[in-house]
C-alpha cells in the first residue's frame, strides 16, 4: 500500500505563489507511480488539476492552470510538488495527491488507487 501525505497548504493572497509537497511512503516503489493532483471546492466535485509521470519527463494539466502551476517530482525523496503561482480566489479548495502505477498520464480520478488526505488551500483577495 501507499501512504501519501500531503502538506504546504494554507491562506496565500491572490497573485501570490504556493508550493505544495506531497510525501508518499509504502509499496509499490515511487518510481513506479504517476503523481497527480486534484482538488475539491465546497459544494463542487474533485477536479483533476495536473500529473507528472513516473519518469518525470511528461505532464499535463488542467487548462483552468495551466501556464500558472507547475508539478514536479524528486524520487530521491519521495515527493511529488504543486507548485502554485498567479493563485487566483478561485484556486481556493483542498488539494489532494493521488497516485496510480501507470506508464500513462491519467486524468480522471477514478483511475487513481491511492489518495493523501488532502491539505487546504484558502485565497484572500
Known amino acids: 500500500q501507499v501512504q501519501l501525505v500531503e502538506s504546504g497548504g494554507g491562506l496565500v493572497q491572490a497573485g501570490g505563489s504556493l508550493r505544495l509537497s506531497c510525501a508518499a511512503s509504502?509499496?509499490?516503489?515511487?518510481?513506479?507511480?504517476?503523481m497527480g493532483w486534484f482538488r475539491q471546492a465546497p459544494g463542487k466535485e474533485r477536479e483533476f488539476v495536473g500529473a507528472?509521470?513516473?519518469?518525470?519527463?511528461?505532464?499535463t494539466y488542467a487548462d483552468s492552470v495551466k501556464g500558472r502551476f507547475a508539478i514536479s517530482r524528486d524520487d530521491a525523496k519521495n515527493k511529488v510538488y504543486l507548485q502554485m503561482n498567479y493563485v487566483q480566489p478561485e484556486d481556493a479548495a483542498v488539494y489532494y495527491c493521488?497516485?496510480?502505477?501507470?506508464?500513462?498520464?491519467?486524468?480522471?480520478?477514478?483511475?487513481?488507487?491511492?489518495w493523501g488526505q488532502g491539505t487546504q488551500v484558502t485565497v484572500s483577495s
Open positions: 507528472i509521470s513516473r519518469d518525470g519527463y511528461s505532464s
Open positions: 493521488a497516485a496510480v502505477v501507470s506508464r500513462l498520464l491519467h486524468t480522471a480520478s477514478n483511475s487513481y488507487d491511492y
Open positions: 509504502g509499496r509499490p516503489f515511487f518510481s513506479t507511480l504517476l
